[in-house]
């Protein structure tokens, strides 16, 4: 299966400040997906990284609160905006291996 | 868009009994259905999914069935064990692959001694 990791692996923020969250995946892929899971709840997908485009945004989430970059084929960024104790959440990237979404371990990110 | 519905939130069984949970999608569209296992603080795994051109699929303990026409589909478990103890996801996508999944509410599975 696809091997992604994730930094940072967990943040503490400060409302009003944003946060950068990277995630490198060990072979090149066409799309990347970043999905947040809000504490005890499902998984909603944010928005779908396409290298050498701009991002595609789920209903809900715009470019704005969550700037994304694709650089090249194996790595994405998300950045969380002015953020909010809303914010808290953890958030995974994801790709497709033969198929199947795999998940990176993710990032806990809790907003003060 | 597509709703995915889950049922039940929390389950609890004893070892060695079946366990079912149910979904069922509303986009008549969607034809790729993955179950996820996520255990306390770590990532969503995959367990088992179905593609709409079947109607049930299995492996070793873990099964899924899916009716296209009622829009449901449920993940059975077998000889439950405490390690299956997690958080199961139902899922849903109309690309025929993976991207753009639209997740279930999520069921909490306890397995008892």
């Known amino acids: 299966s696809a091997v992604i990791s994730q930094k940072p692996s967990r943040d503490i923020c400060q409302r009003g400040t944003s946060l950068t969250i990277q995630c490198q995946v060990d072979s090149q892929v066409t799309m990347m997906f970043w999905y947040r ?26 470019i704005d609160k969550f700037p994304i970059s694709r650089p090249n084929l194996t790595f994405s960024t998300l950045t969380v905006s002015n953020m909010s104790p809303e914010d808290s959440s953890i958030y995974l990237c994801s790709v497709i291996r033969l198929g199947q979404a795999v998940f990176g371990p993710g990032t806990r990110l809790t907003v003060l | 868009g597509e709703n995915v519905e889950q ?28 179950w996820y296992k996520q255990e306390l603080g770590k990532r969503p795994q995959l367990i088992i999914d179905i593609r709409s051109n079947v109607g049930e699929k299995k ?26 103890s997690a958080v199961y996801f139902c899922a849903a996508g109309d690309t025929g692959t993976a991207s753009k999944l639209t997740f279930g509410t999520g069921t909490r599975l306890q397995v008892t001694l």
């Open chain 2, 59 to 84: 492996d070793q303990r873990i099964a899924v069935t899916l009716n296209k026409t009622a829009k449901h589909f449920s993940l059975h478990i077998t000889e439950t064990q405490p390690e299956d």
């Open chain 1, 37 to 62: 899971q809000q504490p005890g709840q499902s998984l909603t997908l944010i928005a779908t990284a396409n290298q050498g485009s701009e991002a595609t945004y789920e209903s809900g989430f715009v």
């Open chain 2, 7 to 34: 049922h039940p939130s929390t389950l609890s069984v004893q070892e060695g009994d079946s366990a079912v949970i149910k979904c069922t999608y509303s986009d008549s569209a969607s034809n790729y259905f993955p």
